[in-house]
């Protein structure tokens, strides 16, 4: 079943500004993850956010996690152009016994103009 | 690049003919997952091995076979597929425990004619 849901579904901006992406997702998670994917390619992970953390920072890019509102948030601050891509969040919501694996959600299409 | 390599890149295949992608993984991760990705739909796991076990099967059709002969290699073997089948196929692999974050391979960009 479909777990994280990502809004907006596209978004336009210049270049040099601020981009947010949003990602809701319905059940308890252990950590939430945001990958990247240039058209055609494979994803690239970005930066994990655990549970029990509320915001984490790793470079341009800031994720904040709201446990109470099952909700997630994207900042690529100073955008650029290469930052074009698909941009997807992963819940970890594994349950202790079953298999581990990660739900995706369907992903903003980010397009950064020069 | 990741440390994920998948071969072929692209696949053109009929529905009759048989077909295996490969993907190698040079992580020493102890898993590996097959994803299928479709224009405008979420990602969707296909397989998961962990110590080249099968852990996982969402219920993909049984034209779709894989194989986990070790740890650093796994296989999608392909056998009368439908158009419907077309789609990037993407590899993981991760470490079964801890934080799982997972690595992805390029993609084989398959179409079914």
């Known amino acids: 079943s479909q777990q994280g849901e990502e809004d907006p579904q596209a978004l336009s901006i210049q270049e040099g500004e601020n981009a947010t992406m949003n990602c809701s997702y319905k059940t308890s998670i252990n950590n939430l993850q945001w990958y990247r994917q240039n058209s055609g390619r494979g994803l690239v992970h970005l930066i994990l956010?655990?549970?029990?953390?509320r915001e984490k920072h790793s470079g341009r890019l800031r994720v904040t996690l709201d446990t109470s509102k099952k909700s997630s948030s994207l900042l690529i601050t100073a955008s650029r152009a290469a930052d074009t891509a698909s941009y997807f969040c992963a819940t970890d919501d594994t349950v202790s016994g079953s298999a581990r694996q990660l739900t995706f959600g369907s992903g903003t299409q980010l397009t950064v103009l020069p | 690049e990741t440390g994920v390599t998948q071969t072929p890149r692209h696949l053109v295949m009929g529905m009759t003919n048989k077909k295996s992608l490969k993907c190698e993984q040079h992580?020493?991760?102890?898993?590996m997952y097959w994803y299928k990705q479709s224009a405008k739909k979420p990602l969707e796991l296909m397989f998961v091995?962990?110590?080249?076990?099968?852990?996982e099967n969402n219920s993909v059709p049984s034209r779709f076979s894989p194989e986990c002969p070790n740890s650093s290699h796994l296989f999608l073997h392909l056998h009368t597929l439908q158009p419907e089948d077309s789609a990037l196929y993407l590899c993981?692999?991760?470490?079964?425990?801890?934080?799982?974050?997972?690595?992805f391979g390029p993609g084989t960009r398959l179409t079914v004619t």
């Open positions: 993981a692999s991760s470490q079964f425990q801890g934080t799982y974050e997972q690595y």
């Open positions: 091995y962990s110590l080249e076990e099968r852990v």
């Open positions: 992580l020493g991760h102890n898993a």
């Open positions: 956010i655990r549970s029990n953390e």
